[in-house]
């Protein structure tokens, strides 16, 4: 789910260190579990939570298997009551609860009861910064299941985090952790189930103040930081390692060295896949919670086709190869479970081998013919050898390189970074940072709702191709957001 509104080379480069670093490990082999479902709510006055829900998301996707689903929701506001609490379990399903709001002004207690009695249950959580001044109901219950009770901050300076504790979620950081321009919280009170972690210098109260804690709530585990008022702050590595670790330590699922437990632990296809060019994208607005990715960077989880002897996975990348002497006969894809019709699709092609070109299937359907079952009949979208559209067992080509824009753009043996955007009956495709093609289907009726298929195509040499990236939003908005203007 890739939703940077920032540019974005700094911040993903940033993530892929981290990444690779702190918590990637050398864990021993182990089959990877389901991901850590994680409840992400959002929104409020006075912060940057479209940017900062994305750099988590992101952020946690990068360092374990953490699948995160977001609730944004109450614009600026600082009375909205987020619809998802009025809902009878409604952490039903989740293993951890992550609160970033800021919804100082909803007081009623009958409310505020209905949010902590799910983590007085049992359900994990994390809160973060303006989380820590929500709910004031005229009762403790929320600064008792925060862990703290802050009143409010003072002005917004760099300050010096000082470890005051050993612990699992410390791991990597340094004993003073030097925190950017920032919004220091005041800590009126440490409450008795709660255990300091580090804390910051006050130039208000010159006095020190608690930012990291951990709290035990009922039979709940609760992590908790001040930190994190600036989207500039959150995208740092130390930030994100922080609110990952404290992510697994609240389900139970963090080593005593600061690692995700043995089957949450990314391969590097993993950690590949979360930090590739089609997640770091900056989609529109309304778009930013709605990016799913298709490809996991592990497994072909989500796709059928014909896996042996032709489709694979290596190193965060889908590979579609032949030899000479097992060379399909009819071009073979690997297809989404799944059907799209209008959507915006993100990837990464490379043609590693022959001079054969590949290419993206949409609006069609599976088709058996000349023994290969996992054939395609519908619209191609084909690179880099032969730029333009095709009608898989129709109308063959329907249209070719517009005036060589895709050429021109191309890159033969080399990743292209593409955008397909098909809506209606129209396909638009941006390949590295250049509109290309711009096609209407003067046959509507043969657009229609299908699995999106990756090729390889038939051919007597051996060949190779690899895809990587494949985020995909439904319903966009209708316009290219990595074409750059001419």
């Given at each position: 789910m890739r939703r940077f509104p920032r540019p974005l080379p700094t911040v993903a480069l940033l993530l892929f260190l981290a990444a690779a670093g702190c918590m990637a490990g050398t864990a021993a082999a182990v089959e990877p579990g389901k991901p850590l479902e994680v409840l992400y709510i959002t929104g409020g006055c006075c912060h940057d939570y479209e940017a900062q829900k994305g750099i988590i998301t992101r952020g946690l996707a990068a360092r374990a298997r953490i699948r995160t689903t977001v609730v944004h929701e109450g614009g600026n506001s600082t009375n909205h009551k987020v619809s998802i609490y009025s809902q009878p379990g409604w952490s039903k399903g989740y293993d951890v609860v992550f609160h970033n709001e800021c919804f100082a002004d909803v007081k009623e207690p009958e409310f505020l009861q209905g949010i902590v009695a799910e983590h007085a249950k049992g359900v994990p959580a994390v809160?973060?910064?303006?989380?820590?001044?929500c709910y004031r109901a005229g009762n403790d219950e929320w600064f008792k299941f925060c862990g703290i009770t802050s009143p409010g901050h003072g002005a917004h300076y760099p300050y010096t985090a000082k470890l005051v504790g050993k612990h699992p979620i410390l791991h990597g950081l340094p004993l003073e952790w030097a925190v950017p321009k920032e919004e220091l919280y005041y800590c009126d009170k440490v409450w008795p189930t709660a255990t300091p972690l580090a804390e910051a210098m006050s130039t208000e109260r010159k006095s020190m103040q608690t930012c990291i804690w951990t709290n035990q709530y009922g039979t709940s585990r609760v992590f908790g930081t001040t930190i994190g008022h600036y989207a500039e702050t959150v995208a740092t590595p130390e930030f994100?390692?922080?609110v990952t670790r404290g992510t697994l330590w609240a389900a139970g699922k963090l080593e005593e060295d600061g690692r995700p437990s043995?089957?949450?632990?990314?391969?590097?296809?993993?950690v590949a896949a979360a930090t590739d060019w089609a997640?770091?994208?900056t989609l529109p607005e309304a778009?930013?919670?709605r990016g799913v990715r298709l490809f996991n960077g592990r497994d072909t989880e989500g796709w059928e086709g014909h896996l042996d002897p032709y489709w694979s996975v290596e190193n965060g990348e889908i590979v579609g190869r032949n030899t000479a002497d097992n060379a399909p006969p009819v071009s073979t894809y690997l297809l989404t479970q799944k059907p799209y019709r209008n959507f915006r699709l993100l990837l990464e092609g490379k043609l590693a081998e022959s001079e054969m070109h590949s290419g993206v299937a949409i609006w069609g359907k599976k088709h058996d013919t000349g023994g290969e079952a996992s054939s395609y009949q519908g619209h191609l979208v084909m690179f880099p050898s032969g730029w333009g559209l095709y009608d898989l067992f129709r109308r063959n080509g329907i249209a070719g390189?517009?005036?060589g824009r895709a050429k021109a753009a191309g890159k033969q043996h080399d990743w292209n970074q593409m955008e397909i955007l098909a809506i209606g009956s129209r396909i638009r495709l941006?390949?590295?940072?250049?509109?290309v093609l711009d096609w209407t289907d003067p046959q509507p009726e043969l657009c229609q709702?299908?699995?999106?298929?990756?090729q390889l195509h038939s051919n007597k040499v051996p060949q190779e191709v690899r895809f990587r990236g494949l985020v995909l939003v439904e319903d966009p908005q209708d316009v290219l957001v990595t074409a750059s203007p001419q």
């Open positions: 809160l973060m910064h303006c989380a820590m001044h994100l390692e922080l043995a089957d949450l632990t990314l391969t590097p296809g993993e997640g770091g994208v778009e930013r919670s390189d517009q005036d941006a390949v590295n940072g250049r509109e709702s299908g699995p999106i298929g990756l």
